[in-house]
């Protein structure tokens, strides 16, 4: 019972398209003169010398007198206080039954799953030049998958104004106004799925049968205040597979945010708010790549959407049917997606499509025209490749640091690593790919993860000293208890963590002296 079991069950596993007009990667790999790490099969968080982790924080460590650090961590959101204190907003993203309470689909253990999804909001405190989180901090709390919360929108969702809890939370964001995006990602293996006709599809772990919640209810991105761990539900950004939510701002001011769909042969969309603060009002576009354009999803501009919907709420929690109808183009799992700092490019990580014999991946750049993040048309190409040429496969997760450096995970299933494809490429690791100086254009793994795990959310303290990172589902394939296939982190049962990496091989790198 692991993650990747759930993905292949919705037909999840997946790559690149054939996308016209798309260039190969014009890098090529070399770590012969790097400091970086040789790819490494070790159960064991691995990094490159002059690079120091800690952890942070552990699945099951208490924040506060009633709540713990929930299961599976991923996505990582910094929001700074004063006093070299800050709050940490970490994703939740799934569960596995084996290592909570058992297998057993029983109202207990289903009880028990409820609280280890969703997210924590945590307080944080540098003492000497090592964060940790403050125990008794007023502001550490958890949002699971019995949080009301309400929807953001004019009409109801499914005959109510609420949604009960968020769950699949794999990455996120964080908007102008300083509050976190956390997003809906495969909300299918908890609640199954609704079609427009009414049919319901089956959940994979069953909570639907102890709790039959309409499916309708998830699969959205969800904006939480920092300090009040208060939420909403953007039905402003349509309902999918949200990997994330990535917000910039138009040169008009108006907020503006990109999400991609991951799942196999879904699309990238684009949400341009009639706001210069707010998510909750604007109109939704989808990618075609192939002509470089935007194409509304908004049901007065599209004759199709009108004679197939209902109205525009139908088109919102529907966006894949009415994505396809207006001629989104089909990726490779779209995962995160960041704006270089250089540039002001968008970025798009796009992990495979093992249908298309794409099982490397790749990261995709998008350059809006005007360079305007308003603008509906745009140009693209691939910006890096995946393969044992570049000694990478599956990007994910990344971050941009202040040279334009980019930092990325990767995402290999772990029931494959180091098989077929995969051989030679070792465990899921976090690289940085060199933007300037002698290294210009070479890739550099930095740190690798345990057995069957990843590494997931990179994300950097406001002076780029640290780099908060999560190690998520180590030992996820362990058939049982009793056979683990990682104790990472204490010799024990595996847990999800955070840790921070710290250093001077960082600090080199994000100040471009390297």
């Given at each position: 019972?692991n993650?990747?079991?759930?993905?292949?069950?919705?037909?999840?596993?997946?790559?690149?398209?054939?996308?016209p007009g798309?260039?190969?990667?014009p890098?090529?790999?070399?770590s012969?003169?790097?400091?970086?790490?040789?790819?490494?099969l070790?159960?064991?968080v691995?990094?490159?010398?002059?690079?120091?982790?800690k952890?942070?924080?552990?699945?099951?460590d208490?924040?506060?007198?009633?709540?713990?650090?929930?299961?599976?961590?991923?996505?990582?959101?910094?929001?700074?206080?004063?006093?070299d204190?800050?709050l940490?907003w970490?994703?939740h993203?799934?569960?596995s039954?084996?290592?909570?309470?058992?297998?057993?689909?029983?109202?207990?253990?289903?009880?028990?799953?409820?609280?280890?999804v969703?997210?924590s909001i945590?307080e944080?405190?540098?003492?000497e030049?090592t964060?940790?989180?403050?125990?008794?901090?007023?502001?550490?709390?958890r949002?699971?998958?019995?949080?009301k919360?309400?929807?953001?929108?004019?009409?109801?969702?499914?005959g109510?104004?609420?949604?009960?809890?968020?769950?699949?939370?794999?990455?996120g964001?964080?908007?102008?106004w300083?509050?976190?995006?956390t997003?809906e990602?495969n909300?299918e293996?908890f609640?199954?799925?609704?079609t427009?006709?009414?049919e319901?599809?089956e959940?994979?772990?069953?909570?639907?049968?102890?709790?039959?919640?309409s499916?309708?209810?998830?699969?959205w991105?969800?904006?939480?205040?920092?300090?009040t761990?208060?939420a909403k539900?953007l039905i402003?950004?349509?309902?999918?597979?949200?990997e994330?939510a990535?917000?910039?701002?138009?040169?008009?001011?108006?907020?503006?945010?990109?999400?991609?769909d991951?799942?196999i042969?879904?699309?990238?969309?684009?949400?341009?708010?009639d706001?210069?603060?707010?998510?909750?009002r604007?109109?939704?576009?989808?990618a075609?790549?192939?002509?470089?354009q935007?194409?509304?999803?908004?049901?007065?501009d599209?004759?199709?959407?009108?004679n197939?919907?209902k109205?525009q709420?139908e088109i919102?929690?529907?966006a894949?049917?009415?994505?396809k109808?207006v001629?989104?183009?089909?990726?490779?799992r779209?995962?995160?997606?960041?704006f270089?700092?250089?540039?002001?490019?968008?970025?798009v990580?796009?992990?495979?499509?093992?249908?298309?014999?794409?099982?490397?991946?790749s990261i995709?750049?998008?350059?809006?025209?005007?360079?305007?993040?308003?603008?509906?048309?745009?140009?693209?190409?691939?910006?890096?490749?995946?393969?044992?040429?570049?000694?990478?496969?599956?990007?994910?997760?990344m971050?941009?640091?202040?040279?334009?450096?980019?930092w990325?995970?990767?995402?290999?299933?772990?029931?494959?690593?180091?098989?077929?494809?995969?051989?030679?490429?070792?465990?899921?690791?976090?690289?940085v790919?060199?933007?300037?100086?002698?290294h210009q254009?070479?890739?550099m793994?930095?740190?690798s993860?345990?057995?069957d795990?990843?590494?997931?959310?990179?994300c950097f303290?406001?002076?780029?000293?640290?780099?908060?990172?999560?190690?998520?589902?180590?030992?996820?394939?362990?058939?049982?208890k009793?056979?683990?296939?990682?104790?990472?982190p204490?010799?024990?049962?595996?847990k999800?963590?955070?840790?921070?990496?710290?250093?001077?091989?960082?600090?080199k790198?994000?100040?471009?002296?390297?």
């Open positions: 019972m993650r990747r079991h759930f993905l292949q069950f919705l037909g999840v596993s997946g790559v690149l398209s054939s996308i798309c260039s190969t990667s890098f090529t790999f070399s012969t003169e790097l400091p970086g790490l040789s790819p490494s070790l159960d064991q691995q990094t490159a010398s002059g690079i120091d982790y952890i942070l924080i552990r699945w099951g208490k924040i506060n007198a009633k709540e713990s650090f929930g299961f599976n961590n991923d996505f990582i959101a910094f929001h700074p206080l004063e006093d204190r800050a940490l970490v994703n993203e799934y569960v039954p084996t290592f909570i309470n058992g297998p057993e689909r029983t109202k207990e253990n289903i009880d028990k799953e409820l609280k280890e969703g997210g945590l944080i405190k540098q003492l030049k964060w940790q989180v403050v125990k008794d901090s007023q502001y550490n709390r949002l699971d998958a019995n949080t919360i309400p929807f953001a929108w004019n009409e109801k969702i499914a109510k104004d609420f949604g009960v809890g968020t769950m699949g939370n794999c990455a964001g964080k908007t102008p300083g509050t976190f995006l997003c990602e909300y293996i609640w199954g799925d609704k427009r006709a009414g319901k599809t959940s994979w772990l069953g909570w639907d049968k102890i709790y039959p919640r499916p309708l209810q998830y699969g991105v969800v904006e939480v205040e920092p300090k761990g208060k539900k402003s950004l349509g309902r999918c597979a949200h994330c990535a917000v910039t701002k138009a040169k008009n001011g108006k907020v503006v945010a990109y999400t991609g991951d799942k042969n879904e699309h990238l969309y684009k949400f341009i708010s706001s210069t603060d707010s998510l909750e604007g109109k939704l576009y989808v075609n790549l192939e002509k470089g935007w194409l509304s999803l908004d049901i007065n599209q004759p199709i959407l009108k197939k919907f109205n709420t919102q929690i529907y894949r049917e009415a994505a109808l001629g989104a183009t089909p990726l490779d779209p995962e995160d997606i960041e270089d700092p250089l540039t002001g490019n968008v970025f990580a796009l992990t495979n499509n093992k249908q298309n014999k794409n099982y490397h991946g995709l750049k998008i350059v809006e025209d005007n360079n305007d993040p308003a603008s509906l048309t745009f140009k693209q190409e691939v910006f890096l490749s995946g393969g044992k040429e570049h000694g990478f496969a599956c990007p994910d997760n971050v941009f640091d202040p040279q334009g450096n980019l990325f995970t990767t995402d290999m299933a772990g029931g494959e690593m180091n098989k077929g494809p995969y051989e030679g490429l070792g465990n899921n690791s976090l690289f790919f060199m933007r300037k100086g002698e254009g070479k890739v793994r930095v740190a993860a345990p057995v795990a990843e590494l997931t959310g990179p303290s406001p002076d780029y000293k640290t780099l908060f990172l999560s190690v998520q589902h180590p030992g996820e394939t362990s058939p049982s009793d056979k683990l296939t990682s104790t990472w204490d010799g024990t049962i595996p999800s963590s955070v840790i921070t990496l710290t250093g001077p091989l960082l600090e790198i994000v100040q471009g002296k390297l």
